[in-house]
Nanobody, 111 residues
Framework: VQLQASGGGLVQAGGSLRLSCAVS????????MSWFRQAPGKEREFVAT????????RYADSVKGRFTISRDNAKNTVYLQMNSLRPEDTAVYYC?????WGQGTQVTVSS
């Protein structure tokens, strides 16, 4: 099973980034997919999740209205569109299921 996150980078506050997570080795459409993040010195925290149907999503209060999770079951890929980024969004972002997790991608937001 492989989950490859990409799309991170350095952006100014107020900017946008779109993260992607390509998944292989599982029947993608059978799994709810989530994004978590971990800032330096902090615990990993939930960001967003999307169920297989893509019609059911849930967000952390800290990102609600700014981030959008989506998925393309034909491409085995989950996305996280991040708008109005803030310095406190700086973290390593990870995608995963309840069982499998990939390596993260670094997001740095400068003030």
């Amino acid at each position: 099973v492989q989950l490859q996150a990409s799309g991170g980078g350095l952006v100014q506050a107020g900017g946008s980034l779109r993260l992607s997570c390509a998944v292989s080795g599982i029947t993608f459409r059978d799994y709810a997919m989530s994004w978590f993040r971990q800032a330096p010195g902090k615990e990993r925290e939930f960001v967003a999740t999307i169920r297989w149907s893509a019609y059911s999503t849930r967000y952390a209060d800290s990102v609600k209205g700014r981030f959008t999770i989506s998925r393309d079951n034909a491409k085995n890929t989950v996305y996280l569109q991040m708008n109005s980024l803030r310095p406190e969004d700086t973290a390593v972002y990870y995608c995963g299921t309840d069982t499998y997790w990939g390596q993260g991608t670094q997001v740095t937001v400068s003030s």
